[in-house]
Nanobody, 122 residues
Framework: QVQLVESGGGLVQAGGSLRLSCAASGRTFARYTMGWFRQAPGKEREFLAAISWSGGRTFYADSVKGRFFISRVNAKNTVYLQMDSLKPEDTAVYYC???????????????WGQGTQVTVSS
Protein backbone atom coordinates (compact mmCIF):
# COMPACT_ATOMS: atom_id res chain seq x y z
CA GLN A 1 0.00 0.00 0.00
CA VAL A 2 1.28 3.46 -0.94
CA GLN A 3 -0.26 6.76 0.09
CA LEU A 4 0.56 9.81 -1.99
CA VAL A 5 0.27 13.50 -1.09
CA GLU A 6 0.89 16.24 -3.65
CA SER A 7 1.96 19.78 -2.84
CA GLY A 8 3.32 22.84 -4.59
CA GLY A 9 0.35 23.89 -6.66
CA GLY A 10 -0.88 27.46 -6.80
CA LEU A 11 -1.45 30.49 -8.99
CA VAL A 12 1.28 31.56 -11.40
CA GLN A 13 1.46 33.93 -14.35
CA ALA A 14 1.97 32.62 -17.87
CA GLY A 15 5.65 32.00 -18.53
CA GLY A 16 6.32 31.25 -14.90
CA SER A 17 7.41 28.05 -13.16
CA LEU A 18 6.19 25.77 -10.41
CA ARG A 19 7.61 22.63 -8.85
CA LEU A 20 5.17 20.02 -7.64
CA SER A 21 6.13 17.46 -5.06
CA CYS A 22 4.55 14.12 -4.26
CA ALA A 23 5.44 12.53 -0.95
CA ALA A 24 4.84 8.81 -0.59
CA SER A 25 4.37 6.75 2.52
CA GLY A 26 5.54 3.18 2.81
CA ARG A 27 8.90 1.50 2.46
CA THR A 28 8.18 0.16 -1.03
CA PHE A 29 8.19 3.52 -2.83
CA ALA A 30 11.39 2.66 -4.68
CA ARG A 31 9.78 -0.30 -6.48
CA TYR A 32 7.15 1.81 -8.26
CA THR A 33 7.12 3.73 -11.47
CA MET A 34 5.72 7.16 -10.62
CA GLY A 35 3.61 9.27 -12.92
CA TRP A 36 2.07 12.70 -13.09
CA PHE A 37 -1.34 13.35 -14.64
CA ARG A 38 -3.66 16.33 -14.81
CA GLN A 39 -7.34 16.91 -15.30
CA ALA A 40 -8.94 20.15 -16.40
CA PRO A 41 -12.68 20.83 -15.94
CA GLY A 42 -14.71 18.97 -18.52
CA LYS A 43 -11.68 17.08 -19.85
CA GLU A 44 -10.32 13.58 -19.41
CA ARG A 45 -7.37 12.86 -17.19
CA GLU A 46 -4.18 13.42 -19.18
CA PHE A 47 -0.81 11.69 -18.83
CA LEU A 48 2.10 14.11 -18.42
CA ALA A 49 5.23 12.26 -17.36
CA ALA A 50 6.49 9.09 -15.70
CA ILE A 51 9.76 7.93 -14.18
CA SER A 52 10.93 4.36 -13.60
CA TRP A 53 11.72 3.04 -10.15
CA SER A 54 15.43 3.75 -10.54
CA GLY A 55 14.98 7.08 -12.29
CA GLY A 56 16.79 5.67 -15.30
CA ARG A 57 13.86 5.99 -17.68
CA THR A 58 11.53 8.92 -18.14
CA PHE A 59 8.50 9.37 -20.39
CA TYR A 60 6.72 12.56 -21.39
CA ALA A 61 3.59 13.57 -23.21
CA ASP A 62 4.28 15.61 -26.33
CA SER A 63 2.26 18.48 -24.88
CA VAL A 64 4.77 19.04 -22.07
CA LYS A 65 8.04 17.70 -23.47
CA GLY A 66 10.78 20.27 -23.05
CA ARG A 67 8.78 22.28 -20.49
CA PHE A 68 8.09 19.75 -17.71
CA PHE A 69 10.71 17.58 -16.03
CA ILE A 70 10.09 14.63 -13.72
CA SER A 71 12.56 13.44 -11.11
CA ARG A 72 12.60 11.38 -7.93
CA VAL A 73 14.61 10.95 -4.75
CA ASN A 74 13.94 7.49 -3.41
CA ALA A 75 15.72 8.23 -0.14
CA LYS A 76 13.08 10.92 0.48
CA ASN A 77 10.15 8.92 -0.93
CA THR A 78 9.41 11.90 -3.16
CA VAL A 79 8.78 12.51 -6.84
CA TYR A 80 8.86 15.98 -8.40
CA LEU A 81 7.46 17.70 -11.45
CA GLN A 82 9.29 20.84 -12.48
CA MET A 83 7.04 22.89 -14.73
CA ASP A 84 8.52 25.74 -16.75
CA SER A 85 7.12 28.12 -19.36
CA LEU A 86 3.63 27.58 -18.03
CA LYS A 87 0.65 28.42 -20.21
CA PRO A 88 -2.98 29.15 -19.31
CA GLU A 89 -3.92 25.79 -20.87
CA ASP A 90 -1.81 24.08 -18.20
CA THR A 91 -4.47 25.02 -15.65
CA ALA A 92 -5.76 21.81 -14.07
CA VAL A 93 -5.69 19.61 -11.00
CA TYR A 94 -2.40 17.71 -11.00
CA TYR A 95 -2.13 14.18 -9.62
CA CYS A 96 0.74 11.86 -8.90
CA UNK A 97 0.28 8.12 -9.14
CA UNK A 98 2.18 4.87 -8.68
CA UNK A 99 2.29 1.69 -10.76
CA UNK A 100 4.20 -1.58 -11.03
CA UNK A 101 4.71 -1.14 -14.78
CA UNK A 102 6.15 1.55 -17.05
CA UNK A 103 2.94 3.09 -18.32
CA UNK A 104 1.35 6.21 -19.74
CA UNK A 105 -2.15 4.87 -19.13
CA UNK A 106 -4.07 6.03 -16.06
CA UNK A 107 -5.93 2.76 -15.53
CA UNK A 108 -2.61 0.96 -15.02
CA UNK A 109 -1.81 3.12 -12.01
CA UNK A 110 -2.85 1.61 -8.70
CA UNK A 111 -2.34 4.45 -6.23
CA TRP A 112 -3.29 8.11 -6.56
CA GLY A 113 -2.88 11.29 -4.59
CA GLN A 114 -5.67 13.72 -3.89
CA GLY A 115 -4.43 16.27 -6.40
CA THR A 116 -3.15 19.83 -6.26
CA GLN A 117 -4.60 22.77 -8.20
CA VAL A 118 -2.41 24.65 -10.66
CA THR A 119 -3.81 27.85 -12.15
CA VAL A 120 -1.93 29.79 -14.82
CA SER A 121 -3.14 33.31 -15.48
CA SER A 122 -2.68 35.05 -18.82
Amino acid sequence: QVQLVESGGGLVQAGGSLRLSCAASGRTFARYTMGWFRQAPGKEREFLAAISWSGGRTFYADSVKGRFFISRVNAKNTVYLQMDSLKPEDTAVYYCAATDVDSRTSHEYDYWGQGTQVTVSS
